[in-house]
Nanobody
Framework: QLVESGGGLVQPGDSLTLSCAAS????????IGWFRQAPGKEREGVSC????????NYALSVQGRFTISRDNSKNTVYLQMNSLKPEDTALYYC?????????????????????WGQGTQVTVSS
């Protein structure tokens, strides 16, 4: 089971850190991805990280603002989000997959991810 936390209501320019914790299995054998879905829009990939944390990918819309990291000793993956914008408002999900794809076009395809959390809401509004 994957459980996201850390979402909330913030103002533009603020920061948030999302967490994705696993229970019942060890995350260190899985690549982890963060996705988001805004109302009326398709789910889109935000960032992903390889099993060992040595490779990452970011959507162009978040590059330079978001940072993904993992602490396998805590069985947790993080998404640090800085300089948040209203267009970042969405339900954020984490997902797990045993394979990390270096090609973002592939890695950000939601259909390739095996396990999903329930999501945590991020709302950016003044």
């Amino acid at each position: 089971q994957l459980v996201e936390s850390g979402g909330g209501l913030v103002q533009p320019g603020d920061s948030l850190t999302l967490s994705c914790a696993a229970s019942g299995f060890s995350l260190d054998s899985y690549a982890i991805g963060w996705f988001r879905q805004a109302p009326g829009k398709e789910r889109e990939g935000v960032s992903c990280i390889s099993e060992g944390g040595d490779a990452t990918n970011y959507a162009l819309s978040v590059q330079g603002r978001f940072t993904i990291s993992r602490d396998n000793s805590k069985n947790t993956v993080y998404l640090q989000m800085n300089s948040l914008k209203p267009e970042d408002t969405a339900l954020y999900y984490c997902a797990a997959n045993p394979t990390y794809y270096t090609d973002a076009t592939i890695s950000f395809n939601p259909k390739l991810w095996d396990y999903w959390g329930q999501g945590t809401q991020v709302t950016v509004s003044s």
